[in-house]
Nanobody
Framework: QVQLVESGGRLVQTGDSLRLSCAASGLTFSSAAMAWFRQAPGKEREFVATITGRGSSTFYADSVKGRFTISRDNAKNTVYLQMNSLNIEDTAVYYC?????????????????WGQGTQVTVSS
């Protein structure tokens, strides 16, 4: 049984930094593309960042490029999202997702596994 468990979300202020973690189990982790998505109230879930199985390539949504960094530690079966210069528009539930058979994962429909989400709230 595959489980993805996110952690690290909390209330922060504009300009702050935050690191999210996603611990995976039951997954051949190094073979899976991993990604972060987010969903703000009243909006659809959107792609944030993705990383290939071995961590050699990453890809970001334009809205977070230069501010967020995705990384993974295959020895710990964990993927991270370092978020800097947070602004109010980054407020959302952040979800970890995984997929086999893809180099990257940028579309919700292609995710095979999802975590339960972690809330990030940015206040002014």
């Amino acid at each position: 049984q595959v489980q993805l468990v996110e952690s690290g979300g909390r209330l922060v202020q504009t300009g702050d930094s935050l690191r999210l973690s996603c611990a995976a189990s039951g997954l051949t982790f190094s073979s899976a593309a991993m990604a972060w998505f987010r969903q703000a109230p009243g909006k659809e879930r959107e792609f944030v960042a993705t990383i290939t199985g071995r961590g050699s390539s990453t890809f970001y949504a334009d809205s977070v490029k230069g501010r967020f960094t995705i990384s993974r530690d295959n020895a710990k079966n964990t993927v991270y999202l370092q978020m800097n210069s947070l602004n109010i528009e980054d407020t959302a539930v952040y979800y970890c997702a995984a997929a086999y058979g893809s180099m990257i994962l940028t579309q919700t429909i292609r995710a095979r596994y999802w975590g339960q989400g972690t809330q990030v709230t940015v206040s002014s």
